[in-house]
């Protein structure tokens, strides 16, 4: 039995300490809001976001973040990208070295471009910093479905150790050293899932989105692996298998806020109506800050954030990127 902290009590994080329970782990989860450790206390389940999944008697839930830093094996940190470096601040100077910490949350911060691991690395300088991504929803993985991630990290021990953890008989959990594509995968894929959500609400086909995705992949790989991910990631769970699984399904904020844009709404009318924070809006403008830093061509990318910031139509957006220049599909291949 190992002793697994939760800091953040959204809907993954209250999926994952659940599943750690049930693979008979002592868990404690901590939220900055007190509302929802009064919530999850009392009701024994997160009824606004996770509502019928409930809390095993045995998790703890605590008001202080020393009490859920303090002699953990793995503290996960699964609050949303925005309020990681203030999380981590938070939690300083209770973090001990070598201290393992897991990022399960996906984005990119808009002031320094930096992933989340690059920010808890930033302000946690001595600790293991791991990340757990892939195509997993938490309404699924609460529910015991079938569901596969995977976890980087920068030495193999580590790896495998969260591996052991979170390994279940539902949850099978893959080892890769990639953590750079791990979350540039699983941060980019949120801003095709946007694209993905407005097609659909546009009433289009299954051609376009096949498309939208084909190409969205080529996107996400090809600045990924200039900022050092590797290929095969892009093509592995967190990246085609996230983009899929985001660009698909109804349970995705990032899917339903794209569909309520391409229903006509505004962006902050689409936000007001999800409630919760849509990681592709927050990542849109740092992944085109990156593409122009790096000179790397993302035309998909550079349509939405016209259409989130810009006032631009969703029509006109379409119209221009089918309309582009024509080039070949992949400059590596070539006539001989």
Request: proline share 3%; hydrophobic share 40%; with cysteine.
């Amino acid at each position: 039995m190992k002793k697994i902290s939760f800091l953040g009590a959204g809907s993954w994080g209250t999926a994952l300490a659940i599943l750690c329970a049930k693979n008979g782990h002592k868990v404690t989860m901590w939220s900055k809001i007190k509302a929802e450790t009064d919530m999850l206390r009392e009701k024994r389940e997160h009824v606004e976001r996770l509502p019928g999944a409930k809390l095993p008697d045995s998790i703890e839930i605590v008001d202080e973040i020393s009490a859920a830093c303090q002699e953990q094996d793995i503290i996960v940190f699964s609050v949303a990208s925005p309020f990681v470096r203030s999380t981590a601040e938070l939690a300083k100077p209770y973090i001990k070295p070598g201290q393992i910490i897991v990022n399960v949350g996906k984005g990119i911060e808009d002031n320094t471009l930096m992933t989340l691991c690059e920010i808890l690395e930033d302000v946690l300088p001595e600790a293991k910093i791991a990340v757990l991504s892939g195509p997993s929803h938490a309404e699924e993985v609460s529910k015991e479905m079938p569901t596969t991630v995977v976890v980087g990290a920068k030495d193999e021990k580590t790896a495998a150790f969260i591996q052991d953890v979170f390994m279940g008989k539902n949850f099978r959990v893959y080892v890769s050293p990639d953590i750079v594509g791990i979350e540039l995968g699983g941060a980019l894929k949120n801003v095709i899932a946007l694209a993905a959500g407005i097609l659909d609400g546009m009433g289009l086909g299954d051609n376009t989105k096949a498309a939208l995705m084909t190409r969205g992949i080529v996107e996400i790989s090809r600045l990924g692996m200039e900022l050092g991910g590797r290929m095969e990631t892009f093509f592995g769970l967190s990246g085609i298998g996230d983009l899929i699984v985001t660009c698909t399904s109804t349970h995705s904020r990032n899917h339903n806020c794209g569909y309520l844009l391409g229903k006509g709404k505004t962006l902050e009318e689409a936000k007001q109506e999800i409630r919760q924070v849509v990681e592709g809006v927050n990542c849109a403008k740092a992944a085109m800050k990156l593409a122009n830093k790096h000179h790397v061509s993302m035309p998909i990318v550079e349509q939405i954030n016209a259409v989130l910031f810009d006032n631009k139509s969703t029509e006109q957006a379409l119209k221009d990127l089918i309309l582009r220049e024509r080039v070949i599909e992949y400059q590596s291949l070539s006539w001989k």
